[in-house]
């Protein structure tokens, strides 16, 4: 267990501070527990996996995140992530500030925020750590299928004076086809309120801030546990509520 542990918290590129954290213990009792000194406790092991973004069964069982792991089909997750985004661009897509980039940040926040506070993820897309900030890496492929099928147009315009390149959308979105909970279009509705109205250039300096983006390297997948290990203004969970 405790070379397991070590791995996890290793590819996760979280310290022990901020597992002992997490876990509510001090720093030299988790250090006990990583070098096979000390027996975890059943509440530790349920803090652990969720952590990790495991089951209970499969933490016991020593599996890696990437194993066996559940997951909504591409198919599945592409149509998801499609209707969201015509949902978004129907909101927010015709204000003036809205382009690309603020699109970005918008769905960034949409899924690290959500994960941070359920422990799900709501779309599960893949963003690197990129200058501007953080970048969905399937944003494109996605976009030319809509424009392909008709869903959306893409548009150049000015925003001041930069470049701007908009979407908008051809046609209303179905969340019901996509199964979306009132809890995640909550979620959505959530971070438009908050960022809707902000410009690219604050966006990405704001997002520039937040652990997720600044604690990877340039190119780097950004892993979304980090997200545990916000602070404020950031962080969206109320973590005197979790279990100790």
Request: hydrophobic residues 30%; positive net charge; glycine residues 4%.
């Given at each position: 267990?405790?070379?397991?542990?070590?791995?996890?918290?290793?590819?996760?590129?979280?310290?022990?501070?901020?597992?002992?954290?997490?876990?509510?213990?001090?720093?030299?009792?988790?250090?006990?527990?990583?070098?096979?000194?000390?027996?975890?406790?059943a509440?530790?092991?349920?803090?652990?996996?969720?952590?990790?973004?495991?089951?209970?069964?499969?933490?016991?069982?020593?599996?890696?995140?990437?194993?066996?792991?559940?997951?909504?089909?591409?198919?599945?997750?592409?149509?998801?992530?499609?209707?969201?985004?015509?949902?978004?661009?129907?909101?927010?897509?015709?204000?003036?500030?809205?382009?690309?980039?603020?699109?970005?940040k918008?769905?960034?926040?949409?899924?690290?925020?959500?994960?941070?506070?359920?422990?799900?993820?709501?779309l599960?897309?893949?963003?690197?750590?990129n200058?501007?900030?953080?970048?969905?890496?399937?944003?494109?492929?996605?976009?030319?299928?809509?424009?392909?099928?008709?869903?959306?147009?893409?548009?150049?315009?000015?925003?001041?004076?930069?470049?701007?390149?908009?979407?908008?959308?051809?046609?209303?979105?179905?969340?019901?086809?996509?199964?979306?909970?009132?809890?995640?279009?909550?979620?959505?509705?959530?971070?438009?309120?908050?960022?809707?109205?902000?410009?690219?250039?604050?966006?990405?300096?704001?997002?520039?801030?937040d652990?997720?983006?600044?604690?990877h390297?340039?190119?780097?997948?950004?892993?979304?546990?980090?997200?545990?290990?916000?602070?404020?203004?950031?962080?969206?969970?109320?973590?005197?509520?979790?279990?100790?």
């Amino acid at each position: 267990m405790s070379n397991y542990l070590l791995r996890l918290r290793k590819e996760a590129r979280i310290s022990q501070e901020q597992v002992a954290q997490r876990l509510g213990i001090s720093r030299p009792t988790y250090l006990a527990i990583e070098n096979g000194k000390r027996e975890l406790k059943a509440s530790e092991i349920k803090k652990l996996a969720q952590m990790f973004d495991l089951s209970s069964e499969d933490f016991l069982a020593k599996k890696m995140p990437n194993q066996n792991e559940v997951k909504m089909s591409s198919t599945a997750q592409s149509q998801k992530f499609k209707e969201v985004l015509l949902y978004i661009l129907q909101k927010v897509g015709a204000r003036p500030n809205v382009g690309q980039t603020v699109l970005y940040k918008l769905l960034y926040f949409i899924d690290f925020d959500y994960y941070e506070k359920y422990d799900e993820k709501i779309l599960g897309l893949t963003y690197q750590r990129n200058h501007h900030g953080p970048t969905p890496i399937t944003f494109a492929k996605a976009v030319e299928e809509m424009k392909r099928d008709g869903d959306l147009e893409e548009v150049k315009s000015k925003f001041f004076s930069f470049d701007q390149k908009k979407y908008l959308p051809r046609r209303e979105p179905d969340l019901n086809k996509v199964k979306l909970t009132a809890r995640e279009l909550e979620m959505i509705d959530e971070v438009l309120r908050k960022y809707g109205g902000k410009t690219a250039s604050w966006l990405s300096d704001y997002s520039h801030k937040d652990i997720p983006w600044a604690c990877h390297k340039q190119g780097e997948n950004i892993n979304y546990q980090t997200v545990f290990y916000r602070n404020d203004p950031y962080s969206v969970r109320d973590y005197s509520d979790d279990e100790l």
